[in-house]
Every structure is written in structure tokens, then in C-alpha cells.
Nanobody, 114 residues
């Protein structure tokens, strides 16, 4: 199983970015999919997750600003990030869970700076 992130890059504070994760398997095989991030000098943290039934959950830092979604036809999961803040700067990782096994992408950099 492979997960490959795309998108990301540089955004102004208050701006928007979208990142996507393409799965090598049909995403309905995944019990849950999620986005994690790891900022400079910080631990990796959960940003948002989405269940097989489409139910999303968000970290408090992401609530109201980020939207997670998944597209079964394209086998992708996305994270739309709005009202970005400098503290959102991090490497963002795609994560998928099948049964008890976790799969990770290599990560993609998101930088929020003026």
C-alpha cells in the first residue's frame, strides 16, 4: 500500500492551501484516513481524520479552518486549509489504517509565512 501526498507549498498568513493524498489501493479498504503534521521541533500530531462512513474529526487547532474529505472514485483524500497561520507550518503526512496496520506517506511541506 502506498500513500503519496501532493500540493502544499508556501502560503501567506490568512491564505489557503489544499493538499491531497493518493492511495495505491481503493480507499474503501481503509477504516480511517487522516492527516498528521510535524512542525519544527515539535511532535507529530493529528490534524484531522475521516472514517469510512465519511465522518470527520478535527484537532482543536484545525476546527473551523480545515476540511478533510475523501473521494472514492479517485482514491484520494484531501485537506483544504483556510485562514492559515504561521503555526500551521509543518510537514504534513497522510495516514491510512487497514485493520490494525497503519500506512504513511512521505510527507509534504506546508509553509505559512509573509
Amino acid at each position: 500500500v502506498q500513500l503519496v501526498e501532493s500540493g502544499g507549498g508556501l502560503a501567506w498568513p490568512g491564505g489557503s492551501l489544499s493538499i491531497s493524498c493518493a492511495a495505491s489501493e481503493r480507499i474503501f479498504f481503509f477504516n480511517t484516513m487522516a492527516w498528521y503534521r510535524q512542525g519544527p521541533g515539535k511532535e507529530r500530531e493529528l490534524v484531522a481524520s475521516i472514517a469510512l462512513n465519511g465522518m470527520p474529526t478535527y484537532a482543536e487547532s484545525a476546527m473551523g479552518r480545515f476540511t478533510i474529505s475523501r473521494d472514492g472514485a479517485k482514491n484520494t483524500m484531501s485537506l483544504q486549509m483556510n485562514s492559515l497561520k504561521p503555526e500551521d507550518t509543518a510537514m504534513y503526512y497522510c495516514n491510512g489504517k487497514i485493520a490494525s496496520r497503519l500506512y504513511w506517506g512521505r510527507g509534504i511541506q506546508v509553509t505559512v509565512s509573509s
